[in-house]
């Protein structure tokens, strides 16, 4: 009998392969996602904050209208994720991951057109649909079905691409913007979504290991083996579970903090730095996130990740509360690179404790719904910040919620176990 190797159903790798044909394919999978993230969640998160501080300074928008469109965007992309997460699950993470690119280059150009505060808004409906579409669930799908014993650190590497794309991207589009303004710069963005997301998801991503005669990490699949996926969650019994409505409670705290100040990070800096300063500071933030990532994706496979993601949340809480008392450059930039440590580190725990607890079976369709729960909480921070702001003397006030917040959600993580349909305990 033919080995499984070569059974007419294994299918060839891509040729790229043949570069290092000694590599597991999976890190080629996990460098695909590095340059994707960089792209579509540089735009899609890090972006925010760049649009509104250049929509009120070319447009003279208030911060509160600005806000409230943000809060549209990150509701909606948590509204698109459930039915992404069902699309993952039974057609692969290619699929929404090309309609996302295209969508996001068409949501790009229409940014950079528009001179009515009302078209913002619908303008982020296509650009949140389009990065729930091409960002974390069909991503984290992929890692968790490559990776096994490695999948934190393989996650983490995939995802720094975010943070590279937030350094890179936030003082290149905020450049662009003062000296060319929002049109040209929105175009340019669009044409790196297309040249990068579309060729690299078509010759390079690959749905899991299996289909290619592999098993995660890299191991030989033998004949008879298949790989454990876990057990079958509806989306409907996921969310019955007390550890659905405790993670949801959590994470959703959590992104109140993570967008309210994401959003408003770089006019916050503005209060009190020069132009060119205030867009450094901005960089601080990615710079930490690479930092926080790497460094968790090396510990998160071998510790509780429930200790792990209460770190995370009080270390950003404190970081809040750093913000919220400064005044000047040096204390500033220190509490933006520790926020920045947890930032992205926290997207990568939300993923890695789904899978853990609820497995891959119905992981897209979990992490969908999970997805929008937690988005009403991001879509809350930037309004909340904005208004808080706006009506009790700026941003110290604001930022002073968040660090509440952020205590809150580091208590609740902890009380999280394992739900009863899995087995043993966590």
Same mark, same amino acid.
């Given at each position: 009998?033919?080995?499984?190797?070569?059974?007419?159903?294994?299918?060839?790798?891509?040729?790229?392969? %043949?570069?290092?044909?000694?590599?597991?394919?999976?890190?080629?999978?996990?460098?695909?996602?590095?340059?994707?993230?960089?792209?579509?969640?540089?735009?899609?998160?890090?972006?925010?904050?760049?649009?509104?501080?250049?929509?009120?300074?070319?447009?003279?928008?208030?911060?509160?209208?600005?806000?409230? &469109?943000?809060?549209?965007?990150?509701?909606?992309?948590?509204?698109?994720?459930?039915?992404?997460?069902?699309?993952?699950?039974?057609?692969?993470? %290619?699929?929404?991951?090309?309609?996302?690119?295209?969508?996001?280059? &068409?949501?790009?150009?229409?940014?950079?057109?528009?001179?009515?505060?009302?078209?913002?808004?619908?303008?982020?409906?296509?650009?949140?649909?389009?990065?729930?579409?091409?960002?974390?669930?069909?991503?984290?799908?992929?890692?968790?079905?490559?990776?096994?014993?490695?999948?934190?650190?393989?996650?983490?590497?995939?995802? #720094?691409?975010?943070?590279?794309? +937030?350094?890179?991207?936030?003082?290149?589009? #905020?450049?662009?913007?003062?000296?060319?303004?929002?049109?040209?710069? #929105?175009?340019?963005?669009?044409?790196?979504?297309?040249?990068?997301?579309?060729?690299?998801?078509?010759?390079?991503?690959?749905?899991?290991?299996?289909?290619?005669?592999?098993?995660?990490?890299?191991?030989?699949?033998?004949?008879?083996?298949?790989?454990?996926?876990?057990?079958?969650?509806?989306?409907?019994?996921?969310?019955?579970?007390?550890?659905?409505?405790?993670?949801?409670?959590?994470?959703?705290?959590?992104?109140?903090?993570?967008?309210?100040?994401?959003?408003?990070?770089?006019?916050?800096? %503005?209060?009190?730095?020069?132009?060119?300063?205030?867009?450094?500071?901005?960089?601080?933030?990615?710079?930490?996130?690479?930092?926080?990532?790497?460094?968790?994706? %090396?510990?998160?496979?071998?510790?509780?990740?429930?200790?792990?993601?209460?770190?995370?949340?009080?270390?950003?809480?404190?970081?809040?509360?750093?913000?919220?008392?400064?005044?000047?450059?040096?204390?500033?930039?220190?509490?933006?690179?520790?926020?920045?440590?947890?930032?992205?580190?926290?997207?990568?725990?939300?993923?890695?404790?789904?899978?853990?607890?609820?497995?891959?079976?119905?992981?897209?369709?979990?992490?969908?719904?999970?997805?929008?729960?937690?988005?009403?909480?991001?879509?809350?921070?930037?309004?909340?910040?904005?208004?808080?702001?706006?009506?009790?003397?700026?941003?110290?006030?604001?930022?002073?919620?968040?660090?509440?917040?952020?205590?809150?959600?580091?208590?609740?993580?902890?009380?999280?176990?394992?739900?009863?349909?899995?087995? +043993?305990?966590?």
């Amino acid at each position: 009998m033919p080995a499984a190797s070569e059974s007419p159903a294994i299918r060839p790798l891509p040729l790229i392969h %043949r570069l290092r044909p000694d590599l597991f394919y999976g890190w080629y999978v996990v460098t695909a996602g590095f340059a994707l993230s960089f792209v579509t969640v540089g735009i899609g998160f890090y972006g925010q904050t760049v649009f509104l501080d250049g929509l009120i300074r070319e447009y003279g928008w208030s911060k509160a209208s600005v806000s409230g &469109a943000s809060t549209v965007y990150f509701i909606t992309t948590g509204m698109v994720g459930i039915g992404v997460g069902r699309i993952v699950d039974r057609f692969g993470a %290619r699929p929404p991951i090309l309609a996302g690119a295209v969508a996001m280059a &068409a949501a790009l150009l229409w940014l950079g057109s528009i001179d009515e505060p009302y078209q913002l808004y619908l303008v982020y409906l296509l650009l949140a649909a389009s990065f729930s579409m091409s960002s974390a669930i069909p991503m984290s799908s992929l890692m968790n079905k490559w990776f096994v014993r490695g999948r934190a650190r393989a996650m983490s590497f995939s995802q #720094t691409g975010v943070s590279v794309g +937030g350094l890179i991207l936030v003082p290149l589009a #905020t450049t662009l913007i003062a000296d060319e303004g929002m049109g040209v710069a #929105t175009q340019l963005l669009a044409a790196l979504v297309l040249i990068v997301v579309i060729p690299l998801t078509i010759w390079v991503i690959r749905e899991a290991p299996t289909a290619h005669g592999l098993r995660p990490d890299g191991d030989a699949i033998a004949e008879d083996d298949t790989t454990p996926v876990g057990l079958s969650w509806s989306g409907r019994e996921a969310m019955r579970t007390r550890s659905f409505l405790l993670l949801a409670l959590s994470f959703g705290s959590i992104l109140i903090c993570q967008t309210g100040l994401a959003v408003h990070h770089l006019h916050l800096l %503005r209060d009190h730095l020069d132009t060119s300063a205030a867009a450094f500071g901005a960089a601080t933030i990615p710079v930490g996130s690479i930092i926080g990532r790497l460094l968790v994706g %090396r510990v998160a496979d071998r510790i509780d990740k429930r200790k792990v993601t209460a770190a995370l949340f009080a270390t950003q809480a404190m970081s809040l509360g750093g913000l919220a008392l400064a005044s000047h450059a040096t204390p500033l930039l220190i509490a933006s690179v520790v926020f920045g440590l947890t930032i992205g580190a926290v997207f990568m725990m939300q993923s890695l404790l789904v899978a853990e607890l609820f497995g891959l079976a119905s992981f897209g369709t979990v992490l969908g719904l999970l997805n929008f729960v937690t988005s009403v909480g991001g879509g809350i921070g930037p309004l909340l910040v904005g208004i808080v702001a706006e009506r009790f003397g700026g941003y110290p006030a604001a930022i002073s919620v968040l660090f509440a917040i952020g205590l809150w959600s580091a208590i609740l993580i902890l009380f999280v176990r394992r739900p009863q349909k899995a087995m +043993g305990p966590l």
